[in-house]
């Protein structure tokens, strides 16, 4: 059996005793957990029973369902799933989806079933970010005495915990994600200052003009600033109250760190900033990549010293004003050195 294959089965298996010694503490079987959640029962083939979920949401039912909290339903995406830990600060999803898990955990009346209402309370906490925009860009404070009034719609009474909940959030949505953005922005910002200062260099002189070790997607997301989650209005140049959305794939976040020059202890540290698992040496691409880096690191020893030198302020990583670019230049070399390494031995790169 490949090693992904019994990687596979480990999980599935580790899944289910979860599944089976949460049932057996609780008055809630599998017919139940399927009826709470809107999926199909079919006994002891039941999809989330015989095969590990892919989506966010079914892990967030499953969990809601068992009356678990939001620990062990992120314990669950992070190690089953492979996605990020729910993050109260992301008010595009998270924050309502913590709202019902904690309103069900205090829910004593099994008729009120939080999950399949997710919808309509994120309507309304998006209602109240609307109407607390102003807040926001004035930058205040006591959010915790914020009066929702919401005059632009009408909600009943069973709105105002998921009303007072986003008030008393407000102003941590203006730091969602400043941590791993401001972490990339340090790989950004040194790799082009170094470049400027290299006589050699005539390419790189700006965020727009590593195409061709960034794509598209990857600049889109770097140019916003990292202080904010808003989306910039391309017009004005004032920031819109519409989200900027992060991307969602984890693979998406590694390929974008590959190509910053990063390496498994680098990749591992922003990993878990976003609230994802580390590299995993049991998925089969996850250890290939790993032992391709650990390789490439020993073989470019000045980009190392250049990290300790500027991301990790050790003071004793000298490095002459050569060696500095040519650290940067080996960095921003990572990814196609990794690719062509694979193709070589006739393989394929995932993350090209």
Not at 77 to 87: H, I, P, Q
Not at 134 to 162: K, R
Not at 311 to 326: G, H, I, P, V, Y
């Given at each position: 059996m490949a090693a992904k294959d019994i990687r596979n089965a480990y999980r599935l298996r580790s899944w289910r005793n979860n599944i089976d010694r949460l049932i057996a503490a609780s008055e809630c079987s599998l017919e139940d957990i399927c009826e709470y959640t809107g999926m199909a029962w079919n006994g002891k083939e039941t999809s989330f029973y015989i095969k590990l979920p892919k989506k966010r949401r079914t892990y967030i039912g499953i969990g809601m369902a068992l009356k678990q909290p939001a620990?062990?339903?992120?314990?669950?995406?992070?190690?089953?799933?492979?996605?990020?830990?729910?993050?109260?600060?992301?008010?595009?999803?998270?924050?309502?989806?913590?709202?019902?898990?904690?309103a069900n955990l205090r829910e004593d009346?099994?008729?009120?079933?939080?999950?399949?209402?997710?919808?309509?309370?994120?309507?309304?906490?998006?209602?109240?970010?609307?109407?607390?925009?102003?807040?926001?860009?004035?930058?205040?404070?006591?959010?915790?005495?914020?009066?929702?009034?919401?005059?632009?719609?009408?909600?009943?009474?069973?709105?105002?915990?998921?009303k007072e909940f986003v008030a008393e959030h407000m102003d941590a949505f203006k730091t969602a994600y400043v941590r791993p953005r401001e972490y990339l922005d340090m790989y950004v910002t040194h790799i082009i200052d170094t470049c400027r200062r290299n006589p050699a260099n005539k390419t790189v002189r700006s965020l727009n003009s590593m195409r061709g070790y960034l794509d598209e997607s990857m600049i889109n997301f770097l140019s916003g600033n990292s202080e904010t989650i808003n989306v910039?209005?391309?017009?004005?140049?004032?920031?819109?109250?519409?989200?900027?959305?992060?991307?969602?794939?984890?693979?998406?976040?590694?390929?974008l760190c590959l190509a910053l020059g990063m390496t498994t202890d680098d990749i591992n540290c922003y990993l878990d900033m976003m609230g994802y698992a580390p590299l995993d040496s049991m998925d089969s691409d996850e250890a290939a990549l790993m032992s391709l880096l650990s390789e490439w690191e020993r073989s470019h020893p000045l980009q190392r010293a250049y990290?300790?030198?500027?991301?990790?302020?050790?003071?004793?990583?000298?490095?002459?004003?050569?060696?500095?670019?040519?650290?940067?230049?080996?960095?921003?070399?990572?990814r196609a050195d990794l690719t062509e390494r694979c193709k070589a031995e006739g393989k394929e790169f995932p993350y090209a």
């Open positions: 620990e062990v339903i992120n314990d669950w995406l992070t190690r089953y799933a492979g996605k990020r830990r729910l993050y109260i600060k992301d008010i595009s999803e998270d924050l309502v989806w913590m709202y019902l898990i904690n009346s099994p008729e009120t079933n939080y999950f399949l209402r997710y919808e309509e309370f994120q309507s309304v906490a998006y209602a109240v970010f609307c109407e607390k925009w102003d807040e926001i860009l004035m930058g205040y404070v006591d959010t915790a005495e914020v009066e929702v009034s919401l005059a632009q719609a009408d909600y009943s009474e069973e709105y105002d915990g998921i910039i209005d391309r017009n004005t140049g004032r920031r819109t109250i519409n989200i900027k959305h992060v991307p969602r794939s984890r693979k998406k976040y590694i390929c990290k300790k030198r500027y991301f990790e302020c050790e003071d004793s990583a000298n490095l002459t004003e050569q060696e500095e670019f040519r650290a940067v230049e080996s960095m921003l070399q990572l």
